[in-house]
């Protein structure tokens, strides 16, 4: 069965004075994929998902987000996508109700839509009793479950998560990860950035990045075998060493 093309970049290129920070990245996404963005510090990926969340205008060449023109459509991307990263999701002093209220509405979900998805998120976490805790008061994982579960809950066609499991336990980092499987098989398409290389193997295509470059796109099995590693790990520290930059 053909699938739709959820994301289209073509030679996306972002500089910053002399510096290029992404240099003329094309890909596609296809509705209902798990398409993880690899790079070490410095490669440019945090960049290009800045401007794919039409958070960040391109110096040259085209994107579709959703269906969106990142040119001249990136509000409707920002409003049609979910988001989510380690660093901020919820916000800690709103009880975990709250929040979902908040975001609903930034999503533009009516009231009754906002009820009935705060009702189903907190019983399919089995969190009804504790709707009114301070978000603050949970561990990292529960946050991010919540927040991920938040950031879906305008259903969009496309999920942006920007290394979504930081510092959570390995046991909470799988359940997370089931959550990603079922947003997937539902026709989400989920564009994910991690530092662990454990799950880049859950994906269904790794691209990885290297100054600003794309060096590898493919199936994590296809780039095993094209590096003759036994796993990602070893097909992203060859890859990384030819890197010559450290931030941006």
């Avoid at 946050?143 to 879906?152: C, D, N, R, T």
């Avoid at 991690?194 to 790794?206: G, K, L, S």
């Amino acid at each position: 069965m053909n699938r739709e093309v959820a994301i289209s970049v073509r030679e996306l290129t972002k500089r910053f004075g002399d510096f290029t920070a992404v240099n003329a990245i094309t890909f596609d996404v296809m509705q209902g994929e798990i398409f993880g963005f690899l790079g070490a510090n410095g490669a440019g990926k945090t960049t290009a998902m800045r401007m794919l969340c039409g958070l960040s205008f391109p110096t040259s060449g085209s994107a579709t987000v959703g269906g969106y023109d990142l040119a001249t459509d990136p509000e409707k991307i920002k409003r049609s996508i979910g988001y989510m990263s380690q660093k901020f999701s919820l916000y800690d002093d709103l009880s975990i109700v709250e929040n979902i209220r908040y975001y609903g509405g930034i999503y533009g979900l009516s009231d009754r839509e906002i009820k009935d998805k705060t009702d189903q998120l907190l019983h399919t976490l089995h969190l009804e009793d504790q709707a009114k805790a301070m978000t603050g008061s949970l561990p990292l994982g529960w946050k991010q479950k919540i927040a991920f579960s938040v950031a879906m809950v305008h259903q969009p066609k496309v999920v942006f998560l920007d290394e979504p499991t930081g510092g959570v336990d390995p046991v909470t980092r799988r359940e997370f990860w089931t959550m990603i499987y079922e947003a997937a098989h539902a026709g989400t398409t989920v564009f994910v950035t991690t530092h662990y290389m454990d799950e880049a193997e859950y994906c269904d295509r790794v691209c990885i990045m290297v100054d600003g470059r794309i060096e590898a796109l493919d199936t994590p099995d296809r780039l095993k075998d094209q590096f003759k590693s036994a796993n990602m790990e070893g097909v992203f520290i060859q890859l990384a060493r030819k890197a010559t930059r450290t931030d941006g």
